[in-house]
């Protein structure tokens, strides 16, 4: 089976992280290729190092019927049986037009939940995505909030749940005093709150610390936050990193305040790391995390919260030792192997309906 998956790039992102973990396991399952509207990428090389084809198609317009027309002579021309596209921006559309004037059967998958900046582009999408063979979603949140703003039958929607890999490598020493967020600087990651959080734990505990692991268009807004809250040495900011393990390992607390996610991979890594939590209560966190059990839920946007659920644990280490177990079990749940085979029985239950199961 040849699959195309499409993207808008191969920055270091959620989505493109996780498609880097699973390909050496898909790429037992079938031949795969990836194609971005946009060239280059942090995460190019390595998946070219793992034998993954990877194309670049400047539509320019989104919309350009000669955009659209070239990449669809471009999935003719490989012969692929499906194409795979992750909804990032404004690509649904374009991509399930140009798969349709191929004859090539769609899937699309969605990762966040999703706002529309105009009623035209949205019922674009959703008659481009209702034109899809079916539709993937990371969680059962998103899956209910596509079927209800793209007006979808849930009986074409499949959730397959991000997946992880095991830790083989012997994790840092942990630093019982280090706070840490890893996260893209963007807006919906809340950030400012994880800031506003430090600042009032480090006017009580003393040897407290923070780092934050990401970068983003946000970054440099977030290093001046913390100047202005006289964090200084406390906080190391240290931009992208691709191996987060290494980063996270020295974390004693993993924190996500976020207002919006999909199913994050964040939270799975902390997990793995065997790492106590304290996140947003929002459904698709409170999916892997439960108050009081892989550490506390927090309203969304209130430092106060933050801070002051931080403290209490930093004060209880038999408390950490004990979320961050149970954090290990529920990561344990969700493996890339578990990942792997939800995605193929999508795929062939999709192309069941179309009369096309004997690809897989």
């Known amino acids: 089976m040849k699959v195309l998956r499409v993207l808008h790039n191969l920055g270091i992102g959620g989505v493109q992280r996780q498609l ?89 998958q969605h990762h966040f939940l999703y706002r ?48 992880i890999a095991r830790v083989e490598h012997q994790p840092p020493l942990q630093d019982p005093w280090l706070v840490g967020m890893v996260a893209r600087m963007v807006r919906h990651k809340r950030v400012d709150t994880f800031l506003q959080a430090a600042a009032i734990m480090s006017s009580i505990l003393v040897p407290v610390k923070f780092k934050l692991v990401g970068g983003g268009e946000r ?64 459904p698709q966190n409170r999916e892997v995390v439960e108050m009081g059990r892989e550490g506390f839920l927090v309203p969304v946007g209130d430092p106060q919260a933050l801070a002051q659920a931080s403290n209490s644990l930093l004060l209880n280490r038999a408390m950490v030792r004990k979320a961050g177990k149970m954090a290990g079990r529920r990561a344990e749940r969700f493996s890339l192997f578990r990942t792997q085979r939800r995605l193929m029985a999508s795929y062939r239950c999709f192309l069941k309906k179309r009369g096309l199961s004997n690809l897989l």
């Open 116 to 163: 529309w900046l105009s009623r035209r582009k949205k019922l674009l999408e959703s008659w481009a995505t209702r034109k899809a063979q079916g539709v993937l979603a990371v969680s059962y949140p998103v899956m209910e909030h596509s079927s209800r703003e793209l007006e979808l039958f849930s009986h074409r929607m499949m959730v397959v749940y991000n997946g």
């Open 20 to 108: 880097l973990s699973l390909a050496p396991h898909l790429l037992k399952e079938m031949e795969l290729h990836i194609c971005t509207l946009e060239r280059g990428g942090a995460l190019e090389p390595h998946f070219k190092e793992l034998g993954v084809k990877v194309l670049h198609v400047d539509l320019g317009w989104k919309y350009s019927p000669l955009g659209i027309a070239k990449l669809s002579r471009v999935i003719a021309r490989e012969g692929y049986d499906l194409v795979h596209i992750h909804k990032m921006g404004s690509i649904v559309f374009p991509v399930v037009v140009a798969s349709l004037g191929a004859k090539v059967p769609v899937v699309v």
């Open 219 to 282: 970054e440099n807004r977030y290093k001046e936050m913390a100047q202005e809250l006289a964090l200084g040495q406390r906080i190391d900011f240290t931009g992208y990193v691709l191996k987060v393990w290494e980063e996270m390992g020295r974390f004693t607390i993993g924190v996500l305040p976020s207002e919006n996610e999909g199913f994050p991979n964040t939270l799975l890594e902390y997990g793995a790391s065997r790492l106590a939590m304290i996140v947003s209560s929002i």
